[in-house]
């Protein structure tokens, strides 16, 4: 996999980093920030709208994480046609792009993908193979089915896939990759 087979460790931008401002995460400004910054490895969530869109968006899991971060709770957000999302939704004032458009814009980028619903593995899988991305992509979940899934539609030897695991050691929460299934 082209960028992602050394012996080093990798640097990654987390939903593009803090570089265009914390609010702004999985952003293009957020990605572009990351390139300015020298990241080769830019890291993303994505989930998959009503309409079959695919986009870069974290989101709340949940009413309380909505409350405390203040982004739109995810599978409401998925419920949405991508207009809708356009026109009611921005993150520090930048709208939510669309993963095939991120893949476009940084071809000279690595990106680590985390799937974040079930229903975002095969649109996602789809835009990767149209894009010839799959040796610049490694696809991460904390649902380790996520992550095969993605792996097999893909049929790709060169292909990596993940699984994030958390762990709480004595009230500290580690956050960890276990290895590349």
């Keep these: 996999?082209?960028?992602?087979?050394?012996?080093?460790?990798?640097?990654f931008a987390h939903r593009g980093g803090s570089g265009a401002g914390s609010a702004r995460e999985n952003t293009m400004a957020a990605f572009q920030a990351a390139v300015k910054l020298g990241?080769?490895?830019?890291?993303?969530?994505?989930?998959?709208?009503?309409?079959?869109?695919?986009?870069?968006?974290?989101?709340?899991?949940?009413?309380?994480?909505?409350?405390?971060?203040?982004l739109e709770i995810r599978r409401n957000v998925q419920k949405m046609n991508y207009s809708k999302i356009q026109k009611n939704i921005t993150l520090g004032g930048e709208s939510i792009p669309e993963f095939s458009?991120?893949?476009?814009?940084?071809?000279?980028?690595?990106?680590?993908?985390?799937?974040?619903?079930n229903e975002a593995v095969k649109p996602l899988v789809e835009i990767i193979k149209k894009q010839k991305a799959e040796k610049r992509i490694v696809i991460t979940s904390f649902s380790k089915n996520r992550s095969i899934r993605a792996n097999r539609l893909l049929h790709g030897e060169d292909f990596k896939t993940a699984c994030l695991c958390v762990y709480r050691i004595k009230g500290t929460i580690i956050s960890m990759f276990p290895g590349l299934i």
């Design 39 to 70: 990241f080769k490895f830019i890291e993303t969530d994505v989930i998959v709208t009503r309409d079959n869109h695919v986009i870069t968006y974290h989101g709340s899991a949940n009413f309380f994480m909505k409350i405390i971060f203040g």
């Design 1 to 11: 996999m082209a960028g992602f087979d050394s012996p080093t460790p990798h640097l």
């Design 101 to 117: 458009e991120v893949l476009s814009k940084f071809k000279g980028q690595n990106f680590c993908i985390d799937i974040k619903t």
